[in-house]
Nanobody
Framework: QVQLVESGGGQVQAGGSLKLSCAIS????????MGWVRQSPGKERECVAA????????YYSDPVKGRFTIAREDAMNTISLRMNSLKPEDTAVYYC????????????????WGQGTQVTVSS
């Protein structure tokens, strides 16, 4: 059984940085695309970043381009999301996600989900 466990969320002031990590256990997801999807109350679920199975392709949503960086370390069975220049509108629950199809992640869908970690950015 695949498990995705996020860590690294918290509260930060606008302009600050956070790094989220996702530990993968139960099965190797080396052939899967991986991503980070966020959701906040009253807003649509949004994939903010995704990386293809071999790291050759990455996707970033327009609101986070240039500020967020996704990375995968298959040897460590982890992925991370480095978030810089955080804004109050980045406040959301962030979910680690995995899918065989990279395009599904970019559309906000996934086969496997973590439990989510809260990120709160205060102004």
């Amino acid at each position: 059984q695949v498990q995705l466990v996020e860590s690294g969320g918290g509260q930060v002031q606008a302009g600050g940085s956070l790094k989220l990590s996702c530990a993968i256990s139960g099965h190797t997801l080396i052939s899967y695309g991986m991503g980070w999807v966020r959701q906040s109350p009253g807003k649509e679920r949004e994939c903010v970043a995704a990386v293809s199975w071999n790291g050759g392709s990455t996707y970033y949503s327009d609101p986070v381009k240039g500020r967020f960086t996704i990375a995968r370390e298959d040897a460590m069975n982890t992925i991370s999301l480095r978030m810089n220049s955080l804004k109050p509108e980045d406040t959301a629950v962030y979910y680690c996600a995995a899918d065989r199809w990279y395009s599904n992640l970019a559309a906000g869908g996934a086969e496997y989900w973590g439990q989510g970690t809260q990120v709160t950015v205060s102004s």
